[in-house]
């Protein structure tokens, strides 16, 4: 489809220096390049080159997710882009489901989650923080997903209202004091997982985990090196992110099933 009024489109510069802009009929795009109005935009097709009033070429593209998770406004820190993408494939995240998470930060997993979930699924967000909650809501909003995220004031040792939730997520900084409650909202055989920075933290949730009758816990990292996509000289590049976080989850099972398989490894 063609680019619409409220779509983000995402500028190139003569540079290589990139922007993210809603398109609004009437509005101007201004840069040290020159000025491009919205028009030279709305209705086309994207992945053309339209020219600034100074002749300068920009190329327009369709943002990707990657592109809108890396540039939001940020009141915490935010979940990366490689935690997220395997987390949704290891959680089993995906259409109509219902998925909570805690929290809400600056909404960086909450729009990966409401993207994942679309129009008929559902993400509930909570977060102790009402000005942090504002900033996760803002960005959801600026992306037109707000019919999927319902978003909760809430310190989660207070419990969550929803029950028989397929897929729950605590990025907080100690998820192993949530157990009860995480159990009580995830339906039988859902799906936890967390993200902790230190693996002290890790160890702690672990304990916690077998002692709440989770089950199949897995610990991993993702690891995420780039190249210089140049063919003759492929290489490396030298600066990556080395280190985001530790990716944690388990299964929530009747207390039975987890006596035979106490600490299994379905993937071994
Ligand atoms: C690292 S941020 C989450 C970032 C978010 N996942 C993102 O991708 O933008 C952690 C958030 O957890 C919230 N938080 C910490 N402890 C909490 C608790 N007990 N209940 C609810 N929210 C909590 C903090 O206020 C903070 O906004």
Known sequence: MNAQPGDIAHLIDPRGKSYLVQLKPGAQFQSHHGVIPHEAILGKPWGRRVFSHLEKPFLVLQ?????????????TTIMYPKDIGFLLVNMNIGPGQRVLEAGSGSGGLTIALAHAVGSQGQVFSYDARAENQEVARRNVERLGLSDRVTFKVRDVSEGFDEQEIDALFLDLPNPHDYLPQTRAALKPSGFFGSLLPTVNQVSLLLDALESHSFAFPEVCEILLRYYNPVGQRLRPKQRMVAHTGFLIFARKMQTKETELHPTGDPHA
């Open 63 to 75: 943002p990707s997710l990657n592109d809108l998770l890396l540039r939001l406004r940020r009141a």
